[in-house]
């Protein structure tokens, strides 16, 4: 089983700052394989990228996706009000079949 | 517009059993892998579940055994009847549309299953 890990656990910045957020797979994994998504206290996950770098339906410019093997980053150019929330990585593999990273909590400075 | 909504959840005590439904629409729900992923109060999330267009099951080594994900294409709709129920899998339960690339695109609100005496 490929256990995800993300760092920060909490990061502190304030609007307009650039975001960066790190997932760590303990194997490699192929690039296709990797999801990120936003989770705003008290509502459902969003799917923000796929492939590791692809940009779900309707998600802004300002967030990318990047990495490949074990290391993973989203990016989140300049921080609006509405992007302060959690964020899971999360691998699609074997058996299990989905695995999310712990999360990364981006909080307001 | 694409929508899930699900259904069922409520207070069991344990040992006890619940049926969980979700309900799609906005579109070809008989195309779509479908999946539960729960999150504990605090906690992240995780994958319990899915069904694939072809009828294929997958869970967590978590709850084998004792749920059982299910489908019925010509009501949209999904299922999971969860029996032999513990603490640990009090959870609110989503709902979620598998995406083409190995991910889910879709997401329910979630329905709130708590597990106590």
């Known amino acids: 089983e490929i256990v995800l890990t993300q760092s920060p656990g909490t990061l502190s910045l304030s609007p307009g700052e650039r975001a960066t957020l790190s997932c760590r797979a303990s194997?490699?994994?192929?690039?296709?394989?990797l999801a990120w998504y936003q989770q705003i206290p008290g509502q459902a996950p969003r799917l923000l990228i796929y492939?590791?770098?692809s940009r779900a339906t309707g998600i802004p410019d300002r967030f990318s996706g990047s990495g490949s093997g074990t290391d993973f980053t989203l990016t989140i150019s300049r921080l609006e009000p509405e992007d302060f929330a959690v964020y899971y990585c999360?691998?699609?593999?074997?058996?299990?079949?989905?695995?999310f990273g712990p999360g990364t909590k981006v909080d307001i400075k | 517009e694409v929508q899930l909504v699900e259904s069922g959840g409520g207070l069991v005590q344990p040992g006890g059993s619940l049926r969980l439904s979700c309900a799609a629409s906005g579109f070809t729900f008989s195309s779509s892998d479908m999946h539960w992923v729960r999150q504990a109060t605090g906690k992240g999330l995780e994958w319990v579940s899915g069904i694939g267009t072809d009828g294929d099951r997958y869970y967590s080594d978590s709850v084998k055994g004792r749920f059982t994900i299910s489908r019925e294409d010509a009501k949209n709709s999904l299922y999971l009847q969860m029996n032999s129920l513990r603490a640990g899998d009090t959870a609110v339960y989503y709902c979620?549309?598998?995406?083409?690339?190995?991910?889910?695109?879709?997401w329910g609100k979630g329905t709130t299953v708590t597990v106590s005496s």
């Open positions: 999360q691998q699609y593999g074997s058996s299990p079949l989905f695995t």
């Open positions: 492939g590791a770098s």
């Open positions: 194997q490699s994994l192929s690039s296709s394989y």
């Open positions: 979620a549309r598998a995406h083409d690339y190995y991910c889910m695109d879709v």
